[in-house]
C-alpha cells in the first residue's frame, strides 16, 4: 500500500520559515514526478510547488515563488519544501501528491496519483 506521510508542520511567526518533509512508501520513488499542494479553509486546493523525477526541475505557483523552494532525496524517498519568508496567508493544510505520469512537475491535481494526509502550517502575524 503506497503511503505519503508529511512532517513538519507547526506555528511560525510572519516571516519566519519551516521544511516540511514527505516520506514516500513507493517502490520506485524516482519515477515519480512529485507536487506539493496547499488548502486553506472555504478555498479550493492550490498548487504549491512541483519537482521532476531527478529533482533537477522545479515548478512554483505564483504565490510562493522566491520563497518556496521544493527539492527530494530519492535516496531517502523523501521531497522537501522549504518555506522562507511566510506570510499569514500561507496558513493551509498542505499535502505531498504523486504521480507516475508525464515528463515534467504538473500543477494538476487531478494527475496525481498518491497523496498524502496533510500537515498544518499556521502562520501568526
Known amino acids: 500500500q503506497v503511503q505519503l506521510v508529511e512532517s513538519g508542520g507547526g506555528l511560525v511567526q510572519t516571516g519566519g520559515s519551516l521544511k516540511l518533509s514527505c516520506a514516500a512508501s513507493?517502490?520506485?520513488?524516482?519515477?515519480?514526478?512529485m507536487g506539493w499542494f496547499r488548502q486553506a479553509p472555504g478555498k479550493e486546493r492550490e498548487f504549491v510547488a512541483g519537482i521532476s523525477r531527478s529533482g533537477a526541475n522545479t515548478n512554483y505557483g505564483d504565490s510562493v515563488k522566491g520563497r518556496f523552494s521544493a527539492s527530494r532525496d530519492n535516496a531517502k524517498n523523501t521531497v522537501y519544501l522549504q518555506m522562507n519568508s511566510l506570510k499569514p496567508e500561507d496558513t493551509a493544510v498542505y499535502y505531498c501528491a504523486a504521480t507516475a505520469s508525464g515528463r515534467s512537475p504538473t500543477a494538476n491535481s487531478r494527475l496525481y496519483d498518491y497523496w498524502g494526509q496533510g500537515t498544518q502550517v499556521t502562520v501568526s502575524s
Open positions: 513507493l517502490r520506485t520513488f524516482s519515477l515519480y514526478l
